[in-house]
């Protein structure tokens, strides 16, 4: 009894140990809103950028978010001190913080500033790997002793519950304290802020060791070329081929042109900060709610069918935007702040919204054993069709003569735009209408 007693006490010690961990690491990356709108700013109002240069920006530092695989591949095969997934979280968080801590102390020169942006969302991307990965194998653990212990499985998916809820708690957060924040301190103040939260999750992480989370001991002898090689086998099924060329491509076509409309809103507009920051604040609770109501309504749409239908609302509101540019909300009483938060809010969030269907779709067709380097894999190919996306979206405002003070070629962009978001609605086929759909067909011995 003694022993039994101390077994539990050493169980309920690492899960507290666990939540701790996780739960400051997803909250500190839902905070990474709260600097990246001082950066804005600062670019705009401090260095006098043109929106295209803002976008370019913004576009390039994401640029080592397209690496996520290889992340994940190292991070599986190699370990540190016996470790192979805290020091990796240690590792980004303490990136982020060099990076952000430069910034507020060297911010006059727009190449250096891109470089440490780039530093620092390498940084965020090695440390999402690793968090993502240790959510995964604790949640199987979790499910497989609640299923030993005959257990209802309600409790499965309580850890990707929680890490859900600290990651929009601190999307909430950072947009809230952001937009109330430019008002009241300068923008190296909010840097200087991130910058030593993030010193403290280094200290935090690096001060536990990983056998204190009680990480499942991994028994895989892959090494990289095999994985590689299990990925590449994925990969060549069409289903899953035409799927992820399809995905990426939806994003990729559709010209980004987020810069611009944050010129048009604060500089033509003249829409305060904590507006902008409730829009954020309304777009994350959307998202909260999305969540809830895919889970609850609409897992039994097929997902060709529901990612075609956000596709057309997405164009749908790229529609409204123009009335909005034109002045038509304007007209009929709409304020500009109200439709800011309210309908630029949902359009910036409603790009993401069909990531989860078509998630859960690639999850069903995917090989076992290939899971996380295939997610790994589609979160890379959004993040380079996004960049895409962006620098396309710089060409249409060259195009269409859009500058920083002169936005009377916007609503012919917008409008642009809205017809390249329909564009991939031709090859929808290219999805499968269901999962079950290729169960039954026969699959090759490798698959």
């Not at 987020?258 to 003249?270: A, E």
């Not at 900060?273 to 959307?286: C, I």
């Not at 596709?311 to 038509?328: E, N, Y």
Request: glycine letters at 8%; charged letters at 15%.
């Amino acid at each position: 009894m003694v022993v039994e007693s101390g077994s539990s006490s050493g169980s309920s010690s690492s899960k507290m140990i666990q939540k701790m961990v996780l739960g400051v690491g997803f909250l500190v990356q839902g905070l990474r809103c709260f600097p990246w709108m001082a950066v804005n700013f600062f670019l705009k109002d401090a260095l006098n950028v043109e929106p295209s240069t803002l976008q370019i920006l913004q576009n390039s530092a994401n640029l080592p978010m397209v690496a996520k695989p290889l992340y994940g591949i190292l991070s599986d095969s190699f370990y540190i001190w016996g470790q192979h997934r805290i020091p990796y979280v240690a590792f980004g968080a303490l990136l982020q913080a060099v990076s952000w801590l430069a910034i507020a102390i060297y911010s006059t020169d727009i190449t250096v500033i891109t470089m440490y942006l780039i530093l620092s969302n390498l940084g965020a991307s090695i440390a999402e790997v690793a968090n993502d990965a240790m959510v995964a194998e604790l949640g199987k653990q979790q499910a497989a002793s609640s299923a030993r212990k005959s257990r209802s499985s309600s409790s499965s998916g309580e850890l990707q519950s929680f890490v859900w809820m600290a990651s929009s708690a601190g999307g909430v957060l950072g947009n809230l304290l952001g937009g109330i924040a430019m008002d009241r301190f300068s923008p190296q103040a909010m840097f200087l802020f991130f910058g030593l939260i993030l010193t403290i999750q280094f200290l935090l992480t690096v001060g536990i060791h990983e056998s204190s989370l009680n990480l499942p001991k991994s028994t895989a002898t892959k090494g990289i070329k095999k994985q590689l090689y299990d990925l590449s086998l994925a990969l060549k099924r069409p289903e899953i081929a035409y799927s992820i060329t399809w995905f990426a491509a939806s994003y990729a076509v559709i010209p980004s042109l987020t810069g611009t409309m944050f010129f048009y809103q604060t500089q033509h507009l003249k829409i305060d900060s904590s507006v902008l920051g409730l829009s954020k604040v309304f777009g994350q609770a959307a998202m909260l709610l999305w969540s809830v109501v895919y889970n609850r309504r609409l897992k039994a749409i097929p997902p060709r069918k529901l990612i075609s239908a956000i596709q057309i609302l997405m164009a749908a509101l790229m529609v409204s935007d123009v009335m909005f540019v034109k002045g038509f909300y304007r007209e009929i009483g709409v304020p500009d702040s109200i439709y800011v938060v309210v309908f630029s809010g949902l359009l910036e969030v409603l790009f993401f919204f069909k990531i989860l269907p078509f998630s859960v779709l690639v999850a069903e067709l995917c090989p076992r054993g290939c899971e996380g380097s295939l997610m790994a894999f589609v979160m890379s190919a959004i993040a380079l069709a996004f960049i895409l996306s962006g620098y396309l979206g710089v060409a249409l405002a060259s195009l269409v003569g859009v500058t920083g003070v002169d936005f009377s070629g916007l609503p012919l962009g917008i409008s642009i735009q809205a017809i390249s978001t329909l564009l991939p609605l031709l090859w929808s086929s290219w999805i499968p209408a269901s999962a079950g759909d290729l169960r039954s067909k026969p699959r090759r011995k490798d698959e």
